[in-house]
């Protein structure tokens, strides 16, 4: 979430770029991500809906990004036709950049400590991120194991700076073993301590 410094760091920009008309900010606005979601929500909802909302309705848009989680929290009468926040917009650094830090982390306890120094000039993670990213969306904490798929490229070259196979990799830590066709299988429990991490 913005602080007034950052704000007005953008406002001074929009004026700079020409966006205001004269020196004056007052035709800016700065708008969060939430709030205009918020507001955004509110154009998408079909017509027989707005029109019985005639009690205040209480709603929560969470915007959950790479590297913030951005909250606001607004009322909506339906009878007034208006929308008012109910606390000002909030957040954190819990976006799912940090969450993607935590698998790796848990891929350097598979493939080793050597290895992982070995390979560290190159950008592993971005030859695994599709992966992480499907195994992220399909986990749903429900007790069964997340697959993790790899990159051939990436099981190449862990291979050979192990010099074992990923079978024997995997059973260094429990709660991953390996799969067929390149992919790890990590237990509920263990990919779900990717999130919690982050959340502590």
Request: with cysteine.
């Amino acid at each position: 979430i913005w602080g007034d410094r950052a704000k007005q760091f953008m406002i001074n920009a929009a004026i700079d770029a020409g966006m205001a008309n004269g020196p004056s900010p007052d035709n800016i606005t700065i708008a969060l991500e939430p709030e205009c979601a918020s507001l955004a929500c509110q154009e998408m909802l079909p017509k027989p809906a707005k029109q019985s909302a005639s009690k205040v309705q209480r709603y929560m848009v969470v915007d959950c990004g790479g590297g913030t989680v951005d909250i606001t929290v607004h009322d909506l009468d339906g009878h007034a036709k208006t929308i008012s926040e109910v606390h000002k917009p909030t957040g954190g650094a819990w976006g799912g950049t940090y969450v993607d830090d935590a698998v790796k982390k848990l891929i350097e306890r598979v493939i080793g400590e050597d290895v992982a120094r070995q390979l560290a000039d190159a950008d592993w993670l971005e030859t695994i991120r599709d992966g992480v990213e499907n195994a992220k969306r399909s986990f749903n904490n429900d007790g069964s194991p997340v697959a993790i798929t790899l990159s051939q490229v990436f099981m190449d070259a862990v291979g050979d700076a192990a010099g074992v196979g990923w079978k024997e990799l995997c059973s260094r830590v429990e709660g991953v073993s390996y799969r067929k066709r390149g992919a790890l299988l990590v237990s509920d429990s263990l990919f779900s301590a990717c999130f919690e991490e982050v959340l502590e």
